[in-house]
């Protein structure tokens, strides 16, 4: 406050950490952002079984901005009392595909093109959290998918090429 420093950390949070996070047993080494690993957090952290400690070495509490989203979306998710949990099953055969690695603007267009109604104001974790409900109720023709797909890769095409005017065929 007056200028002097003790040496330690003050409540500005950190200036060039690390997260303190251990995720899947391995030290996360992005950035610590300003949010700390309070008793609240660590409580979420172990309801909702997240693969995160706190690692003992590190100096601080402080978490980075990914880890932070992925708390933040689990504690506002609400689990319907029959659960997975409960029932003992789980859904291996629907693979998991992680929106919050998506960039906002990106979130956005997503929300735009198919039109998903939210309230003002959310955030990236809130809004990735929405599209994903929104995302797992889309239904496919798997097998309409995996022909279009590999057609695409073996012409070396794909409809933004077609859309924006470019043909590969003619190289």
Do not use: W
């Not at 998710?77 to 099953?89: A, P």
């Not at 073996?154 to 924006?164: E, F, V």
């Amino acid at each position: 406050m007056n200028g002097f420093s003790t040496g330690e950390e003050d409540s500005r949070g950190p200036t060039d950490q690390i997260c303190c996070l251990i995720d899947n047993s391995e030290r996360c080494n992005k950035p610590a952002g300003n949010a700390s690993y309070s008793k609240r957090i660590q409580k979420t952290v172990t309801q909702r079984r997240l693969n995160l400690g706190i690692d003992n070495s590190a100096r601080h509490i402080y978490i980075c901005d990914f880890h932070k989203m992925i708390i933040q979306c689990a504690r506002t998710k609400r689990r319907r009392k029959d659960s997975e949990d409960d029932s003992n099953e789980t859904d291996t055969d629907v693979p998991e595909v992680d929106l919050f690695q998506l960039q906002v603007n990106t979130l956005r267009r997503y929300k735009r093109h198919y039109k998903v109604s939210t309230r003002p104001g959310l955030n990236k974790a809130q809004l990735a959290d929405t599209l994903m409900k929104h995302f797992k109720t889309i239904p496919i023709k798997e097998k309409e998918v995996v022909t279009f797909f590999i057609y695409t890769v073996k012409t070396n095409s794909n409809k933004l090429d077609q859309k924006n005017g470019v043909n590969n065929d003619a190289t």
